[in-house]
Structure formats: structure tokens, C-alpha cells
């Protein structure tokens, strides 16, 4: 069964840093491309970027350029979602997805992961 | 702001059928195809339609997709209280500022 196993929830205060994964079973991980999706409270899908694990090619939508950093551990078949100095605005729930095939569609979805960031 | 316009809500009685539309340009759904999910209260998006017109595995034939210019549309009929739920458009963009993008979700409710 494919799946994409998402970290467990974050409660983080603004200033700090921090790292969520999202690790793919039940398919060649290094072949499909994984995006990760901001929800925050309330408001709809915001695409942040893509991965290609299997040579780590990155790109970003303009939006969220400079503010995190996508990447991937093919060796743990991993993908992962940083921050560097968080903000109250930050909170949100972040979902990863696998693309599906040769067009631009998501067709596994991880759980999600709640961020928080409250002093 | 969205770059895709869906309406925020729409509705219908349980066995009807509703529409959901999802309107852009020829940057994006003019030039590409269209995928719909839906998502669940508390739960994480599920892909529903892909390259316009085709179900996943799973997927009911009471949704369907089409797509004719720069819109698309998603049918569902025979309507459930289990559909209740937020549905979302998205598809590749090719214009200099972003890649994939998502409609603003409608809320379907089912009286």
C-alpha cells in the first residue's frame, strides 16, 4: 500500500526553527516528484513547491521562495520541510503529496502536519 | 486571491445533482489538464478527477470532470450526505510566476 507518513503535530514559538518530514512507502520514492501544500486555518490549498527525491531538483512557488527550504533523503526515502526562523503567520496545517504521472496532479496525500508558532 | 475562481459554496438536496465550476486563463487551464479533490472536514485532500476526465481507482462514476476552454467542471450526482465536504480544482500554470495552482475550494453542502 502506498502511503506518505507525515511528523507528528509542532508547537513552536516565533523565532525558532523547524523541520517536518514526510517519508513514502509502497513505491519507488526517488522516481515521483513530492510537493508540499500550506492550509491555514480555515482557507484553502496553497502549492509551496516540488521535489524530485531522485535528484533532489527543487523548485518554488514565488510565494513561499526564501521562506522555507524543501528537500529529500533518498537513502530514507524522505522528503522534508524547513524552516529557519518561524512566524505566528506560519501556522498552518502542511501536507505533502506524491504527483501522480505525467501531468501536474497529486494523487497520494499525507495526513498533514499542524504547525504552530505562539509565544 | 486565487489565480483559479471557484464559487465558495454550492448545494443541493441529497440524490440531486450539482455543478462546480472552476474558471482561469489560457496560462493554465486553457493549456493543461485539470484535477479535482476533495476534501473532507478534518481530513487530508483525496484526488478525485485527474487530466480532466479520469478517475482514480475507487473514485465512483457519480463524479465526473470535463473541461471546455479556460473553464472546467466538476459533476457529482446522485448526491450523498457523505459528499459534504470542500471540493478544489487545481492544474499546472506556464506563465513566469508560479507552477501549480489550486482554486479557492467550494463547500458543498448537502440539505
Known sequence: EMQLVQSGAEVKKPGESLKI??????????????AWVRQMPGKGLEWMGVIFPGDSDIRYSPSFLGQVTISADKSTDTAYLQWRTLKASDTAMYYCAKRGGSYWYFDLWGRGTLVTVSS | QSVLTQPPSVSAAPGQKVTISCSGSSSNIGNNYVSWYQQLPGTAPKLLIYDNNKRPSGIPDRFSGSKSGTSATLGIT???TGDEADYYCGTWDGSLTTDVVFGGGTKLTVL
Open chain 1, 21 to 34: 518530514s514526510c517519508e513514502g512507502s509502497g513505491y519507488s520514492f526517488t522516481k515521483y516528484w513530492i
Open chain 2, 78 to 80: 446522485g448526491l450523498q
